[in-house]
């Protein structure tokens, strides 16, 4: 059974970096597209990120030019780079995976909580 475990997340000023680490387990890493998404409070989840298998990459809107998605194969993790932070960034992050012989599943970490003081 494939495992998401996020870490990484925290306090931190409005401006500051945050790197956030999700570890992949119980599957073959390089067979599975990945993504972080975000739930604010009182708001739906969101995609922030995604890498495929490929390495392509794909932002959200709002932190084009500030977070950075990679994936490390040899380390089954994939990160998020999140710089320039701002209280809008407030959330709880995702991790989730979803294989590339079956696009209906879709994996999900317990999230890590990113809090943005201003």
């Known amino acids: 059974q494939v495992q998401l475990v996020e870490s990484g997340g925290g306090l931190v000023q409005a401006g500051g970096s945050l790197r956030l680490s999700c570890v992949f387990s119980?599957?073959?890493?390089?067979?599975?597209?990945m993504a972080w998404y975000r739930q604010a409070p009182g708001k739906q989840r969101e995609l922030v990120a995604a890498?495929?298998?490929?390495?392509?990459?794909d932002y959200t809107d709002s932190v084009k030019g500030r977070f950075t998605i990679s994936r490390d194969n040899a380390k089954n993790t994939v990160y998020l780079q999140m710089n320039s932070l701002n209280s809008e960034d407030t959330a709880v992050y995702y991790c989730?995976?979803?294989?590339?012989?079956?696009?209906?599943?879709?994996?999900w970490g317990q999230g890590t909580q990113v809090t943005v003081s201003s």
């Open positions: 119980g599957g073959i890493f390089s067979l599975f597209d």
């Open positions: 989730n995976a979803v294989p590339m012989y079956d696009r209906k599943r879709s994996y």
């Open positions: 890498i495929t298998r490929g390495s392509t990459t």
